[in-house]
């Protein structure tokens, strides 16, 4: 890491710091913390960051990926889920601590006068926190990669082009019969067995059955009309 890079993190670092001494400003006076109490608390929550920050600068550089753009993935990821990690983390510390009524392990107490012991015990806690949130983000990060590519799969089915099934090809073969004016109906015919069976005629065979009556008609002679006798003008 060049020295203009060096700088800028520290600079960030200068800033995010700042903002927690405006918070220690902006809390209520009968609330606010003494300077020590605060920079115990605050240095726990730097020494975490400082282990999260090196953590994602060994993790961006593990891929032959754009490291900038892993560590950025990182840093979102740990802003969001991981902040919600820490915080059901610390809440679930605090409830086993306060079951086992270990008074130096409790987050911001620190004993009267002022024990290191406290301190130590607290960030060592802090830190076992933060190894848990960083093993579930990369884990996360790890399944956004499977979840990557399962969505281009599924997107490529949205977007591929459709088989037509048989139903379509049937239901569009309907469509240009009834366009084209051609019908069909069904007719009943007897098996040899003398059950009656249906026979799909479409609109050609229906044409060749036709001809086939009028050639018959044809060649059918036809017989003699009667000549009707009459008597005095009177059809017998």
Same mark, same amino acid.
């Given at each position: 890491?060049?020295?203009?890079?060096?700088?800028?993190?520290?600079?960030?670092?200068?800033?995010?710091?700042?903002?927690?001494?405006?918070?220690?400003?902006?809390?209520?006076?009968?609330?606010?913390?003494?300077?020590?109490?605060?920079?115990?608390?605050?240095?726990?929550?730097?020494?975490?960051?400082?282990?999260?920050?090196?953590?994602?600068?060994?993790?961006?550089?593990?891929?032959?990926?754009?490291?900038?753009?892993?560590?950025?993935?990182?840093?979102?990821?740990?802003?969001?889920?991981?902040?919600?990690?820490?915080?059901?983390?610390?809440? @679930?510390?605090?409830?086993?601590? +306060?079951?086992?009524?270990? !008074?130096? #392990? &409790?987050?911001?107490?620190?004993?009267? $006068?002022?024990?290191?012991?406290?301190?130590?015990?607290?960030?060592?806690?802090?830190?076992?926190?933060?190894?848990?949130?960083?093993?579930?983000?990369?884990?996360?990060?790890?399944?956004?990669?499977?979840?990557?590519?399962?969505?281009?799969?599924?997107?490529?089915?949205?977007?591929?082009?459709?088989?037509?099934?048989?139903?379509?090809?049937?239901?569009?073969?309907?469509?240009?019969?009834?366009?084209?004016?051609?019908?069909?109906?069904y007719r009943r015919a007897a098996s040899h067995d003398e059950s009656e069976s249906e026979?799909?005629?479409? @609109?050609?065979?229906?044409?060749? +059955?036709?001809?086939?009556? !009028?050639? #018959? &008609?044809?060649?059918?002679?036809?017989? $003699?009309?009667?000549?009707?006798?009459?008597?005095?003008?009177?059809?017998?």
């Amino acid at each position: 890491m060049h020295s203009f890079g060096i700088f800028l993190q520290g600079l960030l670092g200068v800033v995010a710091f700042s903002t927690l001494m405006l918070k220690r400003f902006r809390e209520p006076k009968h609330e606010r913390r003494p300077w020590r109490i605060w920079f115990l608390d605050t240095s726990k929550q730097a020494i975490g960051m400082l282990f999260i920050h090196f953590a994602n600068v060994y993790l961006a550089d593990l891929t032959e990926e754009d490291p900038c753009s892993l560590y950025l993935i990182n840093f979102l990821l740990d802003a969001t889920v991981g902040m919600l990690l820490i915080y059901a983390g610390v809440r @679930a510390v605090s409830v086993v601590v +306060e079951w086992q009524q270990w !008074e130096a #392990l &409790r987050f911001g107490e620190y004993g009267d $006068p002022l024990q290191c012991g406290a301190w130590v015990g607290q960030c060592a806690l802090y830190i076992v926190i933060m190894i848990f949130e960083k093993s579930v983000v990369f884990i996360v990060l790890l399944i956004l990669q499977w979840k990557k590519a399962l969505m281009f799969w599924v997107v490529d089915n949205f977007l591929m082009r459709k088989g037509k099934t048989k139903a379509k090809l049937e239901e569009r073969g309907a469509n240009q019969d009834s366009r084209n004016g051609s019908k069909v109906r069904y007719r009943r015919a007897a098996s040899h067995d003398e059950s009656e069976s249906e026979i799909l005629i479409s @609109a050609d065979d229906e044409m060749e +059955e036709s001809d086939v009556e !009028e050639d #018959l &008609r044809r060649l059918t002679p036809l017989k $003699p009309a009667k000549k009707k006798k009459h008597r005095f003008g009177l059809p017998v």
